[in-house]
């Protein structure tokens, strides 16, 4: 697969170039296979994206998944993705790399 521009991070370069089979193969580099609620995480932060031209936060998407598996899932991002919410969640979601950020 051809992959779009990425960063010396392996982030996106172009966000809008961002396609599930992009966000597979960023997850297989990952280690990681994504089901349901990984689909669900990245659906709402793209979709909050093409809103607010920004990643979300962290906190966004943590209760963007409570509301639907509820008030105990508040750690399931990190369940989903062990190694931090910047270094997997954001990349395979298609977003830059947050600046600033920790990789937490």
Sequence with gaps: MQLPETDVEGY???????????AREFAQQENIQLNEDHWDAISFMR???AEHQIAPDVRHVTKHLAERLGPDSRNKI???FPYGYVKQACR???MKRPRGWSTG
Excluded: K, R, S
Excluded at 12 to 22: A, G, R, S, Y
């Design 92 to 94: 395979i979601a298609g």
């Design 12 to 22: 996106l370069v172009d966000p809008n170039l961002w396609n599930e089979d992009i």
């Design 78 to 80: 990190f369940e989903l």
């Design 47 to 49: 979709q909050y994206y």
